[in-house]
T-cell receptor
Framework: GAGVSQSPSNKVTEKGKDVELRCDPI?????LYWYRQRLGQGLEFLIY????????KSGLPSDRFSAERTGESVSTLTIQRTQQEDSAVYLC???????????FGPGTRLTVT | RKEVEQDPGPFNVPEGATVAFNCTYS??????FFWYRQDCRKEPKLLMS???SGNEDGRFTAQLNRASQYISLLIRDSKLSDSATYLC????????????FGKGTMLLVSP
């Protein structure tokens, strides 16, 4: 079946511009996560959505970062006024209700020049 | 102390070797533990869960030591295809909500 998809796969943007990254979770998965992975580093938790509950935003590094999710479908991660340190791979993952396993998308590689 | 700590490696081993990785975690309340695998420039994928009694999946064996708060992964008869980064993963709180990923241990298996 279809896995988690993310778009775009690659994004190059100029410092100061806004970017929007998209994640399509696996159908029926109620939980959705965004992570950031800088080159050679581990996964950094950003935000977590669970159904219609308020999202856990505790990992967002600054107010330039925001994310939305409509119901149990698509999510968008927006980074405003991008900085060079925002360059990373942004990974999205989804999970079924009563399971620990997170299924990851292929990621969006963001490069801020 | 970091929530999840791993030796970054790399571990360089020949084909057929046995190799073991350890991971320590700081939150004694953690209940669930996993090993994920991440190939170069790819997304992480679940390798196996880690159960209190220890568990085995083919050439892979996972162990949990709650008293010392560490988890181990043993790979027997290494294959070239085992070359990857192995991520130790621990749940941050009760329930299914959030997982904390270690930075990973890189394994390189050579012919």
């Amino acid at each position: 079946g279809a896995g988690v998809s993310q778009s775009p796969s690659n994004k190059v943007t100029e410092k100061g511009k806004d970017v929007e990254l998209r994640c399509d979770p696996i159908s029926g998965h109620t939980a959705l996560y965004w992570y950031r992975q800088r080159l050679g580093q581990g996964l950094e938790f950003l935000i977590y959505f669970q159904g219609n509950s308020a999202p856990d935003k505790s990992g967002l590094p600054s107010d330039r970062f925001s994310a939305e999710r409509t119901g149990e479908s698509v999510s968008t991660l927006t980074i405003q006024r991008t900085q060079q340190e925002d360059s990373a791979v942004y990974l999205c993952a989804s999970r079924r209700g009563h399971s620990y396993e997170q299924y990851f998308g292929p990621g969006t590689r963001l490069t801020v020049t | 102390r970091k929530e999840v700590e791993q030796d970054p490696g790399p571990f360089n081993v020949p084909e057929g070797a046995t190799v073991a990785f350890n991971c320590t975690y700081s939150n004694s309340a953690s209940q669930s533990f996993f090993w994920y695998r991440q190939d170069c420039r790819k997304e992480p994928k679940l390798l196996m869960s880690v159960y209190s009694s220890g568990n085995e999946d083919g050439r892979f064996t996972a162990q949990l030591n709650r008293a010392s708060q560490y988890i181990s992964l043993l790979i027997r008869d290494s294959k070239l295809s085992d070359s990857a980064t192995y991520l130790c993963v621990v749940n941050r709180q009760s329930g299914y909500s959030t997982l904390t990923f270690g930075k990973g241990t890189m394994l390189l298996v050579s012919p």
